[in-house]
T-cell receptor, first 113, second 114 residues
């Protein structure tokens, strides 16, 4: 497994602003992912954060709205841009340490007013 | 493409009773199957996983699940529920061919009655 931390743990933001969420893992990992969990819903994959190249986005998610950085094998950021109340969600990062097995961070709870 | 169906968005059991949370999957290739638990205001914790080998897998906190290929199921059980088991449980599937993408079910909220 891995120890994963996220910052901030929660935030309240005004519409039209942007928030950058950080994900730090205690060991080098190849695969890092970002998920969204809307209120009362399950998790949806936003993108795979690739080290040294552009992130791979899932259908319905675009780079302009959710830019992702992956400068090294232990760190990634997700930015939620030009926020609206519909972006209020929990955002979670995950890493894969064992083949096919993902471990999750504690999440960032975002409220947009 | 893979998909997961969790039968029952809410399950309520008495303390000490059997816990059974149902999960059915769809996959055209051999799946990797997972159960995660989410306690209030927390992230997801891996309970157990099936990749290959023994079809009955044991996880943390006394939970276990059995992979049944013929039924495309991966139900989660615990013989005796404890109050601390109250949480949201998610079943998920991936395949090695699926670039490690996890597809989640809708979740089952487990309530334990004293």
């Amino acid at each position: 497994s891995a120890v994963i931390s996220q910052k901030p743990s929660r935030d309240i933001c005004q519409r039209g602003t942007s928030l950058t969420i950080q994900c730090q893992v205690d060991s080098q990992v190849t695969m890092m992912f970002w998920y969204r969990q809307q209120p009362g819903q399950s998790l949806t994959l936003i993108a795979t954060a690739n080290q040294g190249s552009e992130a791979t986005y899932e259908s319905g998610f675009v780079i302009d709205k959710f830019p992702i950085s992956r400068p090294n094998l232990t760190f990634s950021t997700l930015t939620v841009s030009n926020m609206s109340p519909e972006d209020s969600s929990i955002y979670l990062c995950s890493v894969e340490t064992d083949i096919g097995t993902q471990y999750f961070g504690p999440g960032t709870r975002l409220t947009v007013t | 493409a893979q998909s997961v169906t969790q039968l029952g968005s809410h399950v309520s059991v008495s303390e000490g009773a059997l816990v059974l949370l149902r999960c059915n999957y769809s996959s055209s290739v051999p799946p990797y199957l997972f159960w995660y638990v989410q306690y209030p205001n927390q992230g997801l914790q891996l309970l157990l996983k099936y990749t290959t080998g023994a079809t009955l897998v044991k996880g943390i906190n006394g939970f276990e699940a059995e992979f049944k290929k013929s039924e495309t199921s991966f139900h989660l059980t615990k013989p005796s529920a404890h109050m601390s088991d109250a949480a949201e449980y998610f079943c998920a599937v991936s395949t090695i061919q699926g670039a490690q993408k996890l597809v989640f079910g809708q979740g089952t909220r487990l309530t334990i009655n004293p």
